[in-house]
């Protein structure tokens, strides 16, 4: 198992940008794909993006496409979101996720390691 702490979440005016963190531990030797998820209040955890274990492939959500960027350094066990032109519709509690294997994925239910969330807070 990988264990997973976000950080980097905020409040932030529309048109702002903020960076999230995912630091991993555990089972970092293993090959994983790195997710984000995020759940607005009331709504169902949604995709965000995901990236490859070598960082070469890249998904997202079509309504992030073009503001937001997804890394990871592998030396360093950590992954990034690089959040730009937010807007208040961002606003949620956005998750990171691990999933030992190699083939990027969209689904919830492919990933078994979670962090505990970190809150971003779009003002508009």
């Known amino acids: 198992q990988v264990q997973l702490v976000e950080s980097g979440g905020g409040l932030v005016q529309a048109g702002g940008s903020l960076r999230l963190s995912c630091a991993a531990s555990g089972r970092t030797s293993g090959t994983y794909v790195l997710g984000w998820f995020r759940q607005a209040p009331g709504k169902e955890r949604e995709f965000v993006a995901a990236v490859s274990p070598i960082g070469i492939r890249t998904v997202y959500a079509d309504s992030v496409k073009g503001r937001f960027t997804v890394s990871r350094d592998n030396a360093k066990n950590t992954g990034y979101l690089q959040m730009n032109s937010l807007k208040p519709e961002d606003t949620a509690v956005y998750y990171c996720?691990?999933?030992?294997?190699?083939?990027?994925?969209?689904?919830?239910?492919?990933?078994?390691?979670w962090g505990q969330g970190t809150q971003v807070t779009v003002s508009s």
């Open positions: 996720a691990a999933y030992i294997g190699i083939g990027v994925t969209s689904s919830a239910r492919d990933f078994g390691s």
